[in-house]
């Protein structure tokens, strides 16, 4: 191999390595972002009296139960999500937040799907045991079984959208 080869071989391993942690950082921004909102119904009344967080929260209402007896509150002001929901909202954030401390951002092999699989046991397994009456769950327990799932499917998430933008560049590239 040609010294010349070498260096675009190596010139183009940067521009992917670039490419991969602005897409990490855009899909940080996004779920940290979206972990936020799901807080605001209960933050926004403590900040303005007129400013409230019932649009938030109407929004969260499509994809939430959003029963109070199982919603984190501040105050008397209920989050926009359950306790469950926020956990795996949360877990989401704080796992793409965390994912370049322990692995290549341009790494875009998957784990084995196994481990998203047993990232659903413990919440399946909270789930049950109360819907069998053998332990009652509580905020606790659901904000950690739905944190676990919700970091372990950033470990997926991140390498599916990185393999997404160099799919994107390539394709841009081909074209021209």
């Known amino acids: 191999m040609w010294p010349r080869d070498l260096l675009a071989m190596m010139a183009a391993r940067e521009q992917l390595k670039k490419k991969a942690y602005r897409a990490w950082f855009i899909v940080a921004l996004i779920a940290a972002v979206w972990a936020l909102a799901t807080v605001l119904p209960a933050i926004l009344p403590h900040v303005s009296e007129t400013i409230t967080g019932s649009s938030f929260f109407r929004f969260f209402g499509y994809i939430c139960h959003q029963m109070p007896e199982r919603s984190f509150h501040i105050g008397v002001h209920q989050f926009g999500v359950c306790s469950r929901c926020f956990g795996v909202y949360f877990g989401v954030a704080a796992g793409v937040l965390a994912y370049p401390l322990w692995r290549n951002v341009d790494e875009i092999e998957p784990l084995p799907r196994i481990w998203l699989f047993a ?39 991140v390498p599916a959208v990185v393999e997404i933008t160099f799919n994107l560049s390539q394709s841009r590239r081909s074209a021209k």
């Open 119 to 157: 990232s659903i046991i413990p919440m399946g397994i909270d789930w049950s045991m109360g819907m069998l009456g053998i332990w009652e769950n509580n905020h606790l327990s659901r904000f950690v079984t739905g944190l676990i799932l919700g970091v372990g499917c950033s470990t997926y998430i």
